[in-house]
């Protein structure tokens, strides 16, 4: 069974600083979606970003990109210019077409003023 | 934007109980779920559905169970309530997996339900 792995519980970044969470995934797939979602405190889980294996370049959206290293099966968000609405749960997920998602444990993102 | 929805933010049940939780979505999605979220273990599958009257069993589905009589709706039961069944509990939704994409439509969540059971 496919598994992903957040090994950061917790992190924390100043604001306007950067930050890199990571995710790793075990899969024995070629072809699969890799997605971030966030959680801010009390609100809805939205979908920050997503990456599709077969592609190489890496997806960026405005402030949030990400880091896809499919021989490693790695799959770590980068987030440039930390604001203080970016304090959240983020979740990685994995997902084979046709199949559920997969959802890692989440690392807590506090951002200092 | 989809819009889904979760009857409750807070509800406290007892022990024995049989609770309800609904969830209602606005964008005609095939698919519905229900996961709960618990620290340290991020969300896991209970149920979902991909259809009307069609209910599939996600990774943990003991002592729950789930209903899909209208598209839009899609509701857990907890048959009888125990104190491990406290937890967050989200509502999501996405378009059909074979609908001309190649399967990576996101799920939309609801606000979650965080219900106690004491």
């Known amino acids: 069974a496919q598994t992903v792995t957040q090994s950061q519980p917790e992190m924390s970044v100043q604001e306007a600083e950067t930050v890199t969470l990571s995710c790793t995934y075990d899969?024995?797939?070629?072809?699969?979606?890799l997605f971030w979602y966030k959680q801010p405190p009390s609100r809805q889980m939205i979908l920050v970003i997503r990456?599709?294996?077969?592609?190489?370049q890496n997806a960026t959206e405005n402030r949030f990109s990400v880091n896809f290293q499919k021989a490693a099966k790695s799959f770590s968000l980068k987030i440039s210019d930390s604001q203080l609405g970016d304090a959240a749960m983020y979740f990685c997920?994995?997902?084979?077409?046709?199949?559920?998602?997969?959802f890692g444990p989440g690392t807590r993102l506090s951002v200092l003023p | 934007d989809v819009k889904v929805t979760q009857s409750s933010r807070y509800l406290v049940k007892r022990t024995g109980e049989k609770v309800f939780l609904e969830c209602v979505q606005d964008m005609d999605h095939e698919n519905m779920f229900w996961y709960r979220q618990d620290p340290g273990l991020g969300l896991r599958l209970i149920y979902f559905s991909y259809d009307v009257k069609m209910k599939e069993k996600g990774d943990i589905p003991e002592g729950y169970s789930v209903s899909r009589e209208k598209k839009e709706r899609f509701s857990l039961i907890l048959e009888s309530a125990s104190t491990n069944q406290t937890s967050m509990y989200l509502c999501?939704?996405?378009?059909?997996?074979?609908?001309?994409?190649?399967?990576?439509?996101?799920?939309?969540f609801g606000d979650g339900t965080r219900l106690s059971i004491l």
């Open positions: 899969t024995s797939e070629s072809d699969y979606y």
């Open positions: 990456q599709e294996a077969y592609k190489q």
């Open positions: 997920a994995y997902k084979l077409y046709g199949q559920n998602f997969v």
């Open positions: 999501a939704s996405s378009a059909l997996v074979n609908s001309g994409g190649r399967g990576n439509q996101p799920q939309h």
